[in-house]
């Protein structure tokens, strides 16, 4: 079977961290959306998503597709009865599709709820979609506790030495290629799970629901409150509370910050802080570039949303419910505007555009550090980014 996952109308509610990736390469949990239904559905996946994003997501053409929806999360249950799906049909709950089976020539209208050559299948069973950035930390106590089995299964768990504590018997899974020495392991508020040459420094105490994936550091002395996630070859230090950073990005010292999301290839500097909760107690609003105005999040909590490849200097602060594009670059004193667009420079003092090429270089130097390729696809998806800064400064 051909299977497909592809972007619906939550990838432009996911802004920014759709610009640089389809919706299914979203880490929730411990593994990314993809790696989950990839997991139960014992197969590859291809995508269908933006075209600029396409050279390096690219759509698997077979004379038969089956389209599952990237923005949800996969369930042993879901996966059953997407696989009974016959040709011509569709799977549905509400207004939103699940899955469809089609031939690959009618691909263009196949997700047009007027097509009546496809028939619609109701769904019933609850599930979790991720419709905007703060589903993400919302949703991730659940995705961390359903990875769980999935990610340790028939993998050999090396008990904790005798320099750390342990408190609780919950879920708790050590890598036998981790270190983890001298740390505080509570599970009895959720499972922890520290993965493949991941490291957990001294001095460290960390709360579930909590995973560290591979090549990943807790430094010294880090408070961790779950429900955490740190995404493979990151850093983190300091104080976090119910953060998922999606990889390749670093926190790596003292500074707070709680009820936030980050993508890759992103720094935070030194003794930054991010606001997570109001003075006034009230609803936070975050910025929608589809609205292109702030809307309300119905959350009394919301941190930090911020875009791939973006930086913070030391002593940034960042007022609650801040959303930052891509390849911003951000620095200066007082707290920053709610709202920062994609290749910004700047701060408080006001904002010039980050020179692609400039920002190009950097990208090439982080890759390289971290041993990976920066590609002409990668080239290419910023320099598409760059130009919708350009045009539209809320961008």
């Given at each position: 079977m051909n299977y497909v996952l592809f972007d619906d109308y939550a990838r432009n509610y996911l802004l920014p961290l759709t610009f640089t990736r389809p919706v299914a390469d979203?880490?929730?949990?411990?593994?990314?959306?993809?790696?989950?239904?990839?997991?139960?559905?014992?197969?590859?996946?291809?995508?269908?998503?933006?075209?600029?994003?396409?050279?390096k997501y690219s759509l698997k053409r077979e004379k038969k597709?089956?389209?599952?929806?990237?923005?949800?999360?996969?369930?042993?249950?879901?996966?059953?009865?997407?696989?009974?799906?016959?040709?011509?049909?569709?799977?549905?709950?509400?207004?939103?599709?699940?899955?469809q089976?089609?031939?690959?020539?009618?691909?263009?209208?196949?997700?047009?709820?007027?097509?009546?050559?496809?028939?619609?299948?109701?769904l019933r069973d609850q599930f979790l979609k991720i419709d905007n950035p703060c589903d993400i930390f919302s949703n991730n106590e659940r995705a961390i506790i359903?990875?769980?089995?999935?990610?340790?299964?028939?993998?050999?768990?090396?008990?904790?030495?005798?320099?750390?504590?342990?408190?609780?018997?919950?879920?708790?899974?050590?890598?036998?290629?981790?270190?983890?020495?001298?740390?505080?392991?509570?599970?009895?508020?959720?499972?922890?799970?520290?993965?493949?040459?991941?490291?957990?420094?001294?001095?460290?105490?960390?709360?579930?629901?909590?995973?560290?994936?591979?090549?990943?550091?807790?430094?010294?002395?880090?408070?961790?409150?779950?429900p955490t996630t740190i995404g493979p070859?990151?850093?983190?230090g300091g104080e976090l509370n119910n953060v998922v950073i999606f990889g390749y990005s670093n926190k790596a010292h003292d500074g707070f910050l709680g009820n936030s999301v980050i993508g890759e290839w992103c720094n935070i500097g030194a003794d930054t802080n991010s606001s997570n909760l109001k003075n006034t107690y009230d609803e936070v609003k975050i910025w929608s570039y589809p609205n292109q105005t702030f809307v309300g999040t119905g959350l009394q909590f919301c941190g930090l949303i911020m875009g791939d490849h973006s930086k913070c200097a030391i002593n940034t602060m960042f007022?609650?419910?801040?959303?930052?594009?891509?390849?911003?670059?951000?620095?200066?004193?007082?707290?920053?505007?709610?709202?920062?667009?994609?290749?910004?420079?700047?701060?408080?003092?006001?904002?010039?555009?980050?020179?692609?090429?400039?920002a190009l270089d950097v990208a090439r130097i982080v890759y390289k550090r971290r041993g990976i390729e920066f590609t002409d696809n990668d080239e290419s998806i910023l320099r598409h980014i760059s130009g919708l800064s350009i045009e539209n400064t809320r961008y």
């Open positions: 979203i880490r929730i949990g411990i593994l990314t959306i993809r790696e989950k239904w990839e997991n139960l559905l014992k197969a590859k996946t291809s995508t269908l998503t933006e075209d600029y994003l396409g050279k597709i089956m389209l599952i929806n990237g923005s949800i999360l996969p369930t042993r249950e879901l996966v059953r009865k997407i696989k009974r799906l016959s040709l011509n049909e569709s799977l549905v709950k509400d207004d939103c599709v699940i899955a089976y089609i031939n690959t020539d009618e691909l263009e209208n196949s997700l047009d709820s007027e097509n009546e050559r496809i028939k619609q299948i109701s359903n990875d769980f089995p999935l990610v340790t299964r028939g993998r050999r768990n090396r008990r904790p030495n005798a320099t750390n504590t342990v408190i609780g018997r919950g879920m708790l899974f050590i890598d036998p290629l981790a270190k983890v020495n001298g740390a505080i392991l509570n599970t009895q508020t959720g499972p922890i799970y520290i993965g493949k040459n991941a490291e957990v420094m001294e001095g460290s105490v960390i709360r579930g629901p909590f995973a560290l994936c591979e090549n990943s550091t807790v430094k010294m002395n880090a408070k961790i409150y779950g070859s990151s850093k983190v007022n609650t419910g801040t959303v930052i594009g891509v390849n911003a670059n951000i620095f200066g004193p007082g707290f920053q505007r709610n709202f920062i667009a994609s290749f910004s420079w700047g701060g408080t003092h006001g904002f010039s555009t980050y020179d692609i090429d400039k």
